[in-house]
């Protein structure tokens, strides 16, 4: 007789999108557990800017799902939800300092007019930005609506609120799916579970050889403290969102971001590199960063660097994430491949995940955009039944 599962669900990673999906199983009822080979917020969940932000998202899909996720965000920080408290509203600014940034912007207000809210402008000119921006920039947007988290911040509060089984640190080894269940190796056991939530970021690849995810490390920059509140909300240089919609754009002018935290430090990011090596230290991509910063926001030039760290992003070849049960096991659901996104788009997925997991529709009116990051996209033989 099959052994009867140990678990309705188990969340593979303990990330900020493994989060959210094991809140929203719990939420069902759902017996759930939670397993990382470290620990909470290991990997990207804990190495990231916090952004939970639609302007910086490319047209089209990648848009309109970070659009639903920042307006569902912000019913889960509303009173009893699990980011109460974690994830803030506060304004932001996109900044140009050439024509075709400034074309950039006119796209980006055209794109945030388009989606129809949360965000959306409150200004836009020369002089739109904060007092203190450096006077190389021609031409700002000022929008309201978005908002931060950090992302070690966001995890602790799910897993808190979900309670759920975590095992940690455990790493899995091997998955075997058949009519019944999933049964999960780990290194000193194996479990038996209904379904699987497969969020591992970087390492999916470990267990789901072939998946074209690739690590692309960005590296960011803590200041010291300034007095708190001299910078209001990010600012963002349009040759971000040019960098994301098309070229990377001239190394000497990389697409940095300036975020005040409430400590009154600044962080200031990211580069993206083709590599995996969040220990390897790159002092020329650092200095370029930082005098990006300075020229933005020029009292940046009174502050002093306390930290540099980075973390790896899981990249996929045409630029979505890969969310959706296994052609050959659905039983198993992968949430992986956010690259630079997971952050904003962890709320909509966990809740999208766990709607799979149950085998019930996804939200009405995402069908489509939802079913644009199915794992089935990268497989042969569904591509040529096409
Ligand atoms: C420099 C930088 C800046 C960023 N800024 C932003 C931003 O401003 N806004 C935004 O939205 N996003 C941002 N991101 C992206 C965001 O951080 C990621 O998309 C997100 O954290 C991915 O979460 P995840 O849960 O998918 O993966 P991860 O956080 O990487 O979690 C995967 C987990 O799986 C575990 N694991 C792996 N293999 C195994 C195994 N075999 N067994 C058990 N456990 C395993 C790992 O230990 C890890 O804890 C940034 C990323 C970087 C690097």
Redesign the pocket.
Same mark, same amino acid.
Not at 170 to 173: D, I
Not at 310 to 314: E, L, S
């Given at each position: 007789m099959a052994r009867p599962p140990d678990y309705d669900v188990a969340v593979?990673?303990?990330?900020?999108?493994?989060?959210s999906a094991a809140w929203h199983l719990a939420r069902r009822g759902m017996r759930v557990v939670v397993?990382? @080979?470290?620990?909470?917020? @290991? @990997?990207?969940?804990? @190495? +990231?800017? *916090?952004?939970?932000?639609v302007a910086s998202k490319k047209p089209g899909v990648m848009a309109r799902l970070a659009n639903r996720s920042l307006a569902y965000t912000r019913r889960l920080a509303e009173a009893g939800g699990p980011l109460r408290g974690v994830f803030g509203d506060r304004p932001s600014y996109y900044l140009a300092t050439s024509p075709a940034e400034e074309q950039a912007l006119g796209d980006l207000v055209a794109k945030i007019a388009a989606l129809g809210g949360p965000a959306r402008v409150t200004a836009d000119g020369a002089k739109a930005g904060p007092d203190g921006v450096g006077p190389s920039v021609t031409r700002c947007v000022a929008l309201a609506g978005e908002g931060h988290m950090l992302?070690y911040a966001a995890v602790a509060a799910y897993l808190a609120q979900a309670g759920v089984d975590r095992l940690w640190p455990?790493?899995?080894?091997a998955l075997e799916a058949d009519d019944a269940g999933v049964t999960v190796s780990l290194t000193d056991r194996n479990l038996r579970v209904a379904k699987v939530v497969a969020?591992? *970021?970087? +390492?999916s690849t470990?267990?789901f050889p072939g998946l074209p995810v690739t690590p692309r490390? *960005?590296?960011?920059v803590v200041t010291d403290r300034a007095p708190p509140g001299s910078l209001p909300g990010p600012l963002t240089a349009a040759s971000y969102l040019v960098a994301k919609s098309a070229s990377p754009g001239a190394p000497d002018k990389p697409p940095v971001?300036i975020d005040p935290l409430s400590t009154g430090q600044f962080l200031i990011?990211?580069s993206r590199e083709e590599h995996g090596d969040c220990a390897r230290t790159d002092f020329a991509t650092v200095r370029r960063l930082a005098a990006r910063a300075a020229e933005f926001w020029p009292a940046l030039r009174a502050r002093h660097v306390v930290r540099i760290f980075?973390?790896?992003?899981?990249a996929v070849s045409d630029g979505l994430p890969i969310v959706g049960p296994l052609t050959q096991s659905p039983r198993v659901v992968l949430?992986?491949g956010?690259? *630079?996104?997971?952050?904003?788009? +962890?709320g909509l997925m966990g809740r999208e995940v766990a709607a799979m997991v149950a085998g019930e529709a996804v939200s009405a009116g995402a069908e489509a955009d939802i079913a644009a990051l199915s794992p089935a996209r990268f497989s042969r033989r569904e591509a040529r039944a096409r």
């Open positions: 593979l990673g303990a990330g900020i999108v493994g989060a397993i990382d @080979a470290s620990g909470p917020a @290991a @990997a990207a969940s804990g @190495a +990231s800017d *916090g952004a939970v932000s992302g455990v790493t899995v080894e969020a591992l *970021g970087t +390492s470990a267990l490390t *960005g590296q960011l971001v990011g990211s980075a973390g790896v992003r899981a949430a992986t956010f690259e *630079g996104d997971g952050i904003c788009l +962890s």
